[in-house]
């Protein structure tokens, strides 16, 4: 039984060969439950991306595949929605804002979100 974990795929794309749109696909077949935020709208696996921030109750974790700069308007509102966690996948790695949540008691995981999936380490 895996538990679900609310997760925000911060980044969200509906082009095939992104891996956030891998994500998500892989998030919804693992069960879990998937909001997603990108810069288009549209819809994966039956996910609906919104194109600005929307309200966040009982996160468990915040994948992020945006560049550190993209991520800086981000900052509070993922602080305040206090998720047990932000994994930073490959090319997202950003020291200024895991020193912000380490402060905020929100645990930083450097990973692939695909690999923790596929191994399930997630």
Do not use: W
């Not at 994948?63 to 047990?84: G, M």
Request: glycine share 4%; hydrophobic share 40%.
């Amino acid at each position: 039984m895996i538990k679900n974990k609310k997760t925000l795929v911060l980044g969200a794309s509906t082009k095939p060969a992104r891996y956030a749109f891998m994500a998500i696909e892989k998030l919804v077949e693992k069960g879990h439950s998937v909001l997603a935020i990108g810069q288009n709208a549209g819809e994966v696996a039956g996910i609906k991306i919104q194109t600005k921030a929307i309200p966040l109750k009982n996160i468990d974790t915040v994948t992020l595949y945006l560049n550190p700069a993209r991520q800086r308007d981000y900052y509070n509102y993922i602080v305040e929605a206090q998720p047990k966690r932000v994994i930073f996948n490959p090319g997202t790695e950003n020291p200024e804002f895991y020193q912000l949540l380490k402060l905020n008691d929100i645990k930083v995981e450097i990973a692939c979100t695909l690999v923790l999936l596929s191994t399930n380490q997630y």
